[in-house]
């Protein structure tokens, strides 16, 4: 069998956990996780994705804070695995511990290589309007998302996803596949290339600030491309003059119907801003402090908004 530390934290990386598990050429010596954290407004402690199915699988979990200390390098060289794999862990892993396993350190990346490489690349395909995306199996090296392709699998963009519902098909894509690549790597029957560096595009961490709109220098389509790819965090957000937030949760475009722009004008069921180049059509929305509701029951409950202008 297949000795396999897993390093994992969130959905993507459970799903490929979880088709590891059910095929008998591996062994899952260890799983390396995010150690749980506070979520919610309650600010709840929570056990990652992943470390919910370790522990329901009897597997030996790990949660170090950091990874760059003697004891820890040292606790994984202990284990001694053939193979490393990685997928949505959070958090840099120093080159000596990839080194660690004979066969190297696969990592399961959520675009097509060199495209998006880092923190964010299912947000920033959504954002950029791609119509198509997918799966790299790379192996690792020192650098972010640098190392050599092993297989690239592609999934289309229908326009409609957020990013929450594209991570769940490229999760399944990923887990489909995710078995027969890291058997083939030990197998030696695939051979890894050299990315096209030249052609490497970056994304980052998000943030709150990532969520800002201008409606004086974005079209309504480009907004409406962050509502879904920052959904559901960290959100597309807009200010009002009376200094109200408001969440939006669900938009879609529409011509324009005013010179005013980022004026908010009431439709009959849609809260309409006036951008740059369009209108986008506001139909779901969550005012700061309350919760989510549909656009109408705003407009109703605040007449004297209709005409104010964004800040």
């Not at 530390?5 to 260890?30: H, K, N, P, Y």
């Not at 862990?89 to 998006?116: C, D, E, W």
């Not at 078995?179 to 083939?184: G, L, N």
């Not at 695939?190 to 980052?204: G, L, P, S, V, Y």
């Amino acid at each position: 069998m297949i000795r396999v530390l897993f390093f994992g934290t969130e959905s993507v990386a459970r799903a490929q956990l979880a088709a590891l598990l059910v095929d008998a050429r591996f062994s899952i010596i260890e799983v390396v996780t995010q150690p749980p954290r506070p979520v919610g407004r309650k600010q709840i402690i929570t056990k990652s994705p992943v470390h919910i199915l370790a522990e329901e699988n009897s597997l030996s979990v790990y949660t170090p804070v950091g990874l760059k200390s003697e004891e820890v390098f040292e606790h994984f060289a202990a284990l001694k695995p053939d193979l490393i794999i990685v997928a949505q862990y959070g958090s840099i892993i120093p080159l000596r511990i990839l080194q660690l396993a004979p066969f190297g350190a696969l990592n399961v990346h959520g675009s097509l290589l060199p495209k998006y490489r880092g923190a964010s690349p299912v947000h920033a395909a959504i954002i950029a309007g791609e119509k198509t995306t997918g799966v790299s199996f790379m192996m690792m090296d020192e650098k972010m998302d640098h190392g050599p392709i092993v297989s690239l699998y592609n999934c289309d963009i229908t326009g409609d996803e957020t990013t929450e519902t594209l991570m769940e098909k490229i999760a399944r894509l990923a887990a489909a596949h995710i078995a027969d690549t890291a058997a083939a790597i030990v197998a030696g029957t695939t051979i890894a290339t050299a990315q096209n560096h030249d052609e490497a595009t970056f994304t980052t961490l998000l943030s709150r600030e990532s969520g800002v709109i201008h409606a004086d220098v974005q079209s309504a389509e480009e907004i409406a491309r962050m509502i879904r790819g920052y959904s559901p965090w960290p959100g597309v957000s807009i200010t009002l003059q009376n200094g109200e937030s408001l969440k939006i949760i669900a938009a879609h475009t529409a011509p324009t119907i005013s010179k005013n722009i980022g004026q908010i004008t009431f439709g009959a069921n849609e809260l309409l801003l006036q951008t740059k180049e369009g209108v986008l059509a506001i139909t779901t929305l969550k005012p700061a402090g309350k919760n989510e509701m549909p656009a109408d029951a705003f407009m109703r409950g605040h007449l004297e908004l209709n005409g104010v202008f964004v800040q």
